[in-house]
C-alpha cells in the first residue's frame, strides 16, 4: 500500500528565499508523480508532471525533482513571493492505478 | 476552456438526511474521479470512472454512499444516511485519459453533518 509523507507539514519564509518541500512514498512502482497547488476553500491545480523516467521538471520558478528508487521528490520554489503562500501536495500514480495524495505542506511567504 | 464544476458550493444536513453532489468534467475528458478531502489531509479517492464504467470503487463506503456517470459526461456524488465523520470537502476532478494523466480539479462541495 503506498504511503506518502511530506515534510516539513508548515512553513513560513519571508519574501524572496529559496525553498524545498520534500515528499517521500513508500512503492516506488510509479508511472509519474504529480505535485499539486491548493488555495482555501479552492480546488487543486496541477504544478508540475514528472515522468517516472524523467529526473525533474521546471515550470518558471518551480522545479520538481524524482528519485523513483529512494522514493523521493522535491519541489524546489526560487524566489518565493506572498502569492505563493497555499498548501503544496504530491502525488505519485502508482502502477496499481491510483494517485495516492500526501497531507501537504502549507506555506506561508510574509511579505 | 470551461474547468470541472461542481455544486453545490456549501452544504449544510444533519445527520442521517441525504444529501447529492453533482459535477460535469472537462469536455472530452473520459475519466472523472471523485475524492473526499478531510481538514487536514490530503484528498482521498472514493471512486474512479472511465467513460461510464467504474474503474476503482475499493474506498467508497457502499453502504452510504452511492455515484454514477450516466451517458460517460457528468457524474452525482450521493451519501444516505450521512454519519458526522463525512464532513468533509468532495472534489471531483477529470483527466484526458487515464490517471497517469494531469488532473483538473473542481472547487469542490464543502460539506457540513451536524
Known amino acids: 500500500k503506498q504511503e506518502v509523507t511530506q515534510i516539513p507539514a508548515a512553513l513560513s519564509v519571508p519574501e524572496g528565499e529559496n525553498l524545498v518541500l520534500n515528499c517521500s512514498f513508500t512503492?516506488?512502482?510509479?508511472?509519474?508523480l504529480q505535485w499539486f497547488r491548493q488555495d482555501p476553500g479552492k480546488g487543486l491545480t496541477s504544478l508540475l508532471l514528472i515522468q517516472s523516467s524523467q529526473r525533474e521538471q521546471t515550470s518558471g520558478r518551480l522545479n520538481a525533482s524524482l528519485d523513483k528508487s529512494s522514493g523521493r521528490s522535491t519541489l524546489y520554489i526560487a524566489a518565493s513571493q506572498p502569492g505563493d503562500s497555499a498548501t503544496y501536495l504530491c502525488a505519485p500514480y502508482s502502477n496499481t492505478g491510483k494517485l495516492i495524495f500526501g497531507q501537504g505542506t502549507t506555506l506561508q511567504v510574509k511579505p | 476552456e470551461a474547468g470541472v464544476a461542481q455544486s453545490p458550493r456549501y452544504k449544510i444536513i444533519e445527520k442521517r438526511q441525504s444529501v447529492a453532489f453533482w459535477c460535469n468534467p472537462i469536455?472530452?475528458?473520459?475519466?472523472l474521479y471523485w475524492y473526499q478531502q478531510i481538514l487536514g489531509q490530503g484528498p482521498k479517492l472514493l471512486i474512479q470512472f472511465q467513460n461510464n464504467g467504474v474503474v476503482d470503487d475499493s474506498q467508497l463506503p457502499k453502504d452510504r454512499f452511492s455515484a454514477e456517470r450516466l451517458k460517460g459526461v457528468d457524474s452525482t456524488l450521493k451519501i444516505q444516511p450521512a454519519k458526522l465523520e463525512d464532513s468533509a470537502v468532495y472534489l471531483c476532478?477529470?483527466?484526458?485519459?487515464?490517471?497517469?494523466?494531469?488532473?483538473?480539479f473542481g472547487s469542490g462541495t464543502q460539506l457540513s453533518v451536524l
Open positions: 512503492d516506488s512502482a510509479i508511472y509519474n
Open positions: 476532478a477529470s483527466s484526458h485519459g487515464q490517471g497517469s494523466e494531469k488532473l483538473f
Open positions: 469536455s472530452g475528458h473520459a475519466t
